[in-house]
């Protein structure tokens, strides 16, 4: 029986061809696949969720490590938030990305009358309010004219349970180029206006008609309380 040729190659060992499938790939790499999940993401991401999307043995921690290093002085940040990690503009960039935006905001009748009542006879609590207007005032109408920051709460009454009062605020004034209360138009001048056509005036209201609740339709602002 003959021997096997001297020359011929040892045969290949069957598993060395599946150890290079799960060589991982180099740190070069995997920093790319990094970068390219947390640029897509819209949501930081943890550690667990980047080497779950990696190949098998694959070190997202420290791919993650270079990239941010890499980014180090650059207009965009690799950054940790919480347990997770995403890409953020510099901070001192920010202002570039800044957008101002005019909000238009409607006032309900029911916070016209009364920001005109607090205007006129300020300072007045809210009691005065709803007997001059003849109906109640909802909360929410007072909290949208002090989140506005058009009214602010005034000295206490010496009268029985010391309520507080509202007084209108600079910010009110300035709004419609007032130097103080005193500038506001006359009933002369809101007639002239036909701000008060066909309206009654303020405490004129029947009990029980108009706005009780607060809940009539909004509308714009009239002239009054405009630019």
Same mark, same amino acid.
């Given at each position: 029986?003959?021997?096997h040729?001297?020359?011929?190659?040892?045969?290949?060992?069957?598993?060395?061809?599946?150890?290079?499938?799960?060589?991982?790939?180099?740190?070069?790499?995997?920093?790319?696949?990094?970068?390219?999940?947390?640029?897509a993401?819209?949501?930081?991401?943890?550690?667990?969720?980047?080497?779950?999307?990696?190949?098998?043995?694959?070190?997202?921690?420290?791919?993650?490590?270079y990239?941010?290093?890499? !980014?180090?002085?650059?207009?965009?940040?690799?950054?940790?938030?919480?347990?997770?990690?995403?890409?953020?503009?510099?901070?001192?960039?920010?202002?570039?990305? +800044?957008?101002?935006?005019?909000?238009?905001?409607?006032?309900?009748?029911?916070?016209?009358?009364?920001?005109a009542?607090?205007? !006129?006879?300020?300072?007045?609590?809210?009691?005065?309010?709803?007997?001059?207007?003849?109906?109640s005032?909802?909360?929410?109408?007072?909290?949208?004219?002090?989140?506005?920051?058009?009214?602010?709460?005034?000295?206490?009454?010496?009268t029985p349970?010391?309520?507080?009062?509202?007084?209108?605020t600079?910010?009110?004034?300035?709004?419609?180029?007032?130097?103080s209360?005193?500038?506001?138009?006359?009933?002369? %001048?809101?007639?002239?206006?036909?701000?008060?056509?066909?309206?009654?005036?303020?405490?004129?209201?029947?009990?029980? +008609?108009?706005?009780?609740?607060?809940?009539r339709?909004?509308?714009?602002?009239? %002239?009054?309380?405009?630019?």
């Amino acid at each position: 029986m003959e021997d096997h040729p001297s020359h011929m190659p040892d045969a290949p060992r069957p598993d060395a061809h599946n150890e290079s499938l799960f060589d991982a790939p180099p740190m070069a790499e995997q920093e790319r696949m990094v970068e390219a999940v947390l640029f897509a993401s819209s949501e930081p991401v943890t550690v667990r969720d980047l080497e779950a999307r990696m190949p098998h043995g694959c070190s997202a921690g420290e791919a993650l490590e270079y990239l941010r290093k890499r !980014y180090e002085g650059r207009g965009v940040r690799v950054v940790r938030v919480g347990d997770a990690w995403a890409m953020r503009t510099a901070p001192d960039l920010g202002f570039l990305l +800044q957008k101002e935006t005019v909000e238009t905001r409607k006032l309900s009748r029911a916070a016209i009358e009364t920001l005109a009542i607090i205007a !006129y006879h300020q300072p007045v609590t809210r009691a005065e309010i709803e007997e001059i207007r003849g109906v109640s005032v909802s909360r929410g109408t007072i909290d949208q004219l002090l989140e506005m920051e058009w009214i602010r709460l005034g000295r206490r009454k010496m009268t029985p349970g010391r309520p507080v009062t509202f007084v209108v605020t600079p910010t009110f004034l300035d709004q419609f180029g007032l130097e103080s209360a005193r500038d506001l138009p006359g009933l002369k %001048e809101l007639r002239a206006a036909g701000l008060l056509e066909n309206r009654p005036p303020p405490g004129a209201f029947p009990i029980g +008609q108009g706005d009780s609740e607060d809940h009539r339709d909004d509308v714009e602002q009239p %002239e009054l309380f405009e630019d």
